[in-house]
């Protein structure tokens, strides 16, 4: 049975920082990329960032780049977001995913082309 649990989520200042963490288990993480996409209620899911099976590539939605950083950690199965720089309308609940295509391409920012998703962890950066 795949999971993947998100935790770090929480309240921050804009301007402040956070790093959220994704642990995956019952899957072959190195097997996967792995994405972080966000959602506000109301709203459709929406692309953050995009990491390759080794770590080589990545990939981010123009409104993160150059605040937020995707790694990952294969030897520990986890995947990790750091958030600088938060700006309020980064508030949202953030989902870790894996997708099975290891390299990253055209389906790597479409929420449709990930196979497993966690609960999700709540972002807030208030003024």
């Known amino acids: 049975q795949v999971q993947l649990v998100e935790s770090g989520g929480g309240l921050v200042q804009a301007g402040g920082s956070l790093r959220l963490s994704c642990a995956a288990s019952?899957?072959?993480?190195?097997?996967?990329?792995m994405g972080w996409f966000r959602q506000v209620p109301g709203q459709e899911r929406e692309f953050v960032a995009a990491?390759?099976?080794?770590?080589?590539?990545?990939l981010y939605a123009d409104s993160v780049k150059g605040r937020f950083t995707i790694s990952r950690d294969n030897a520990k199965n986890t995947v990790d977001l750091q958030m600088d720089s938060l700006k309020p309308e980064d508030t949202a609940v953030y989902y870790c995913?894996?997708?099975?295509?290891?390299?990253?391409?055209?389906?790597?920012?479409?929420?449709?082309?990930?196979?497993?998703w966690g609960q999700g962890t709540q972002v807030t950066a208030s003024l």
């Open positions: 995913a894996a997708n099975r295509r290891i390299f990253l391409g055209p389906q790597t920012t479409s929420s449709g082309g990930y196979n497993y």
């Open positions: 019952g899957l072959t993480f190195r097997m996967y990329a």
């Open positions: 990491i390759n099976w080794n770590g080589n590539s990545t």
